[in-house]
């Protein structure tokens, strides 16, 4: 029987890790530090619609952080020259066009790059990018395949290039504070953990797609599109609505559930659950999608004694909610991913359910409930939601590549942790196995590794 690693001594370790990323720049590389007035220029990497988000928050932080815009990439042709345009319309930038990264990564004026392609490209690419010496804010997940997963932290931990995760709500204040009231022991000892987010449509499958419409395969390339994976013949759907299909999606795991497994790392100081299980299928949208549309995980991290649990269904969108459970008191948020909408439920309540049903701004009055309050909203209620284009996230980032310190909130360590947390969810869900996490190998599987305490 192998002995257990103490996950704070992993978290330790790991923070080591970035820490010496930064201690190890020569002086070389400080003298190229660039200060609060250096401009920063961005390229952008893959140009479809979660690339508009990321236009949108440089445009948000353009002026008072000095961004600069000087290229774009993608594949297909349509994309890359509306987001060509779209640069010229919200920066007056005339930014140079590139069909493939490595000639874009060849520019000597471009300091880094934000990437926005594939769930299943983003770990190599990445690893591209901090190769070529260029720094890198990369969407989520940042891998659906473990050793891709390993080939990204890597390349990052033996570069001097400052990551960023595209898990925006690690920087979002509301977050921030429901961390520190969790580090904070008011809630005491954490047993649960549950996370119930869900929609009402057939997310990410549209049978009207324009862009499935437009595409022709002469104007792309398929085979560099694939990245690696077993070939097969041109397909417009698998190329704009990867998320439904198994070769280059989770779905439901890689989207939704990596924000919010890296948000039960984020509030616990957690990093990789010790077991995994999940169920679900395809019962809501029976279209072309390969995907669950409705699905459920349980995981386990041991050393905390915490329970975890997803779920998502695309059936019906009513309750969305998170809920942190202590001995002592609950965090309970309403709404789904990103939702500021939180509430502190001290302990103990005299009935059961006693404020649920009855309404939280009476329960709040009556001092039942406390509203969880950041400046953002001034004390008032919040909303159930936000945008994903996140200026503090961004912002955040940008910090870090002028000071050149590693540990940006998103950085490659959290990004490696949410990975392998949801390729395991996704692996038990396709495998109908109790899958766990080897601390010792990194490797995933299906039998006890640790014994239970």
């Not at 594939?118 to 659906?144: N, R």
């Not at 980032?397 to 959290?414: A, F, L, Q, V």
Request: charged share 25%; with cysteine; aromatic share 12%.
């Amino acid at each position: 029987m192998k002995d257990k690693m103490n996950r704070r001594n992993f978290l330790g370790t790991a923070t080591l890790g970035l820490t010496g990323a930064a201690a190890s720049l020569s002086a070389k590389s400080y003298s190229r530090v660039k200060g609060a007035n250096d401009r920063v220029n961005i390229g952008f990497l893959g140009c479809g619609s979660r690339s508009g988000g990321h236009r949108h928050m440089v445009e948000m932080s353009l002026k008072d952080k000095n961004l600069g815009v000087v290229a774009v990439c993608d594949i297909w042709k349509n994309n890359r020259e509306k987001a060509a345009s779209n640069c010229k319309r919200r920066y007056d930038a005339d930014v140079k066009q590139f069909k493939y990264s490595e000639n874009m990564l060849e520019m000597k004026d471009l300091d880094a790059v934000m990437i926005a392609t594939g769930d299943f490209q983003h770990a190599k690419l990445l690893a591209q990018v901090v190769e070529a010496g260029k720094d890198c804010y990369c969407e989520k997940p940042m891998s659906t395949d473990m050793e891709d997963a390993k080939l990204a932290r890597k390349a990052v931990l033996n570069s001097k290039q400052i990551v960023q995760m595209g898990s925006q709500w690690v920087s979002d204040p509301t977050q921030i504070k429901i961390r520190e009231i969790v580090r904070s022991g008011r809630l005491g000892e954490i047993t649960k953990i549950e996370q119930n987010w869900n929609d009402n449509k057939p997310r990410w499958h549209n049978p009207n797609d324009r862009d499935v419409a437009a595409i022709r395969k002469e104007d792309t390339d398929w085979n560099r599109w694939l990245l690696g994976k077993p070939y097969r013949p041109f397909n417009p759907w698998m190329y704009f609505e990867f998320r439904i299909f198994r070769d280059f999606s989770g779905g439901i795991t890689s989207q939704w559930m990596s924000h919010a497994i890296g948000l039960v790392h984020f509030y616990t100081d957690t990093a990789i659950p010790d077991t995994m299980v999940a169920n679900g299928g395809i019962f809501a949208w029976p279209d072309i999608r390969q995907n669950p549309d409705t699905f459920q995980a349980l995981a386990t991290y041991e050393d905390q004694h915490i329970l975890y649990s997803y779920s998502s269904t695309y059936g019906n969108r009513f309750g969305d909610y998170s809920i942190i459970r202590g001995k002592d008191a609950t965090l309970y948020a309403q709404g789904g991913e990103g939702s500021p909408r939180w509430f502190f439920i001290p302990k103990p309540l005299k009935g059961r359910n006693e404020f649920y049903y009855g309404g939280f701004e009476e329960a709040i009055k009556e001092g039942k409930v406390q509203l969880v309050k950041v400046d953002e909203f001034e004390g008032k209620l919040p909303p159930y939601g936000q945008s994903d284009d996140s200026k503090p996230h961004l912002d955040n980032w940008i910090d870090h590549i002028r000071s050149r310190d590693p540990n940006t909130n998103g950085n490659i360590h959290t990004g490696f942790w949410h990975a392998v947390g949801v390729i395991m969810a996704t692996r038990a869900y396709r495998e109908g196995k109790k899958l766990y996490w080897d601390r010792q190998t990194e490797e995933i599987v299906d039998h006890p590794v640790y014994e239970r305490e």
